[in-house]
């Protein structure tokens, strides 16, 4: 791939565990994927971050498979295990043996049981919006991943997921995919706790003091299980934290990063105001 200017985004697709996978890239540095929540899209959730994060890392935002323009014909189930094998999958093909990783939500999840499977390429984690319990994330979850209920309170928003998803995916995809994707925080496995404690990268936990989905107690129990972990808890904010709370965020990852870089880097980390 040629070289990159931090602020020129590439649209590309690469083939990796049977998917056709959509990606963007951007910027110059050591590798950092962006893994988006459930239903979104990497611009979406790190929009704020990429100003920061492209001055220093080369950051691959991948569409997750049934997302974006990563088709996937759903049937009937989605498992966490398949979205580790594409991560993995992907960074192989892009031959990344060790990169940083970071998730919002979904994406979150994905990047732990990574760095719970795959410990020695994961250079750091840093993690927004998950806990280790099934409650109330399972619940709140089904609820608001109902396309009906989306229909009938949230209009807007199903439009929004017709013109994310549908052009690529077809019509109606994103009603097939998000009840899958609450039935999938209903009853997947969650993270084994012992690879988690054996996790050894440095991470950083990031969570809204409001996020229906996770108490502030479980993401601080998310980060004491972690070996090397910082919490950040950002105040008055709900689920989204990175797009509701970049200033705070951005703060957070700059100081958590810096240590990673070398001082005569090419596009220093400092921060984006």
């Excluded at 759903?74 to 892009?94: M, N, S």
């Excluded at 209009?155 to 994103?174: C, F, K, S």
């Excluded at 950083?204 to 479980?218: A, K, N, T």
């Excluded at 972990?229 to 709900?238: F, I, T, Y």
């Amino acid at each position: 791939m040629p070289a990159l200017s931090p602020t020129q985004p590439v649209a590309e697709h690469l083939w990796a565990n049977g998917l056709q996978i959509a990606y963007e890239v951007e910027g110059a540095g050591p590798p950092l994927i962006l893994l988006h929540g459930a239903s979104s899209a990497g611009r979406l959730d790190f929009g704020h971050q990429l100003p920061l994060l492209r001055r220093s890392f080369r950051c691959y935002l991948p569409d997750a498979r049934g997302h974006g323009r990563t088709r996937w014909a759903p049937d009937g189930e989605l498992r966490h295990d398949w979205l580790v094998d594409d991560l993995a999958a992907f960074a192989d093909a892009l031959s990344l043996d060790t990169f940083h990783v970071a998730g919002l939500s979904m994406g979150a999840m994905t990047a732990l049981m990574f760095a719970t499977r795959h410990p020695e390429r994961v250079r750091s984690l840093v993690v927004a919006g998950i806990t280790l319990e099934r409650e109330p994330r399972a619940t709140i979850a089904r609820r608001l991943l109902d396309p009906e209920r989306i229909h009938r309170r949230q209009p807007a928003w199903g439009a929004t997921l017709d013109q994310r998803h549908d052009p690529v995916q077809g019509e109606g995809a994103w009603e097939r995919l998000l009840p899958m994707l609450g039935e999938a925080a209903a009853t997947q496995p969650l993270p084994d706790l012992g690879a988690v404690r054996a996790i050894t990268a440095p991470a950083l936990v990031m969570v809204g003091d409001r996020d229906p989905f996770v108490p502030v107690d479980q993401a601080a129990q998310l980060r004491r299980q972690l070996g090397n972990a910082s919490l950040l808890v950002a105040p008055n904010c709900g689920h989204e934290v990175t797009a509701l709370r970049p200033a705070i965020v951005n703060e957070a990852l700059g100081a958590f990063y810096r240590p990673f870089l070398t001082h005569d880097a090419e596009h220093p980390l400092e921060a984006v105001r």
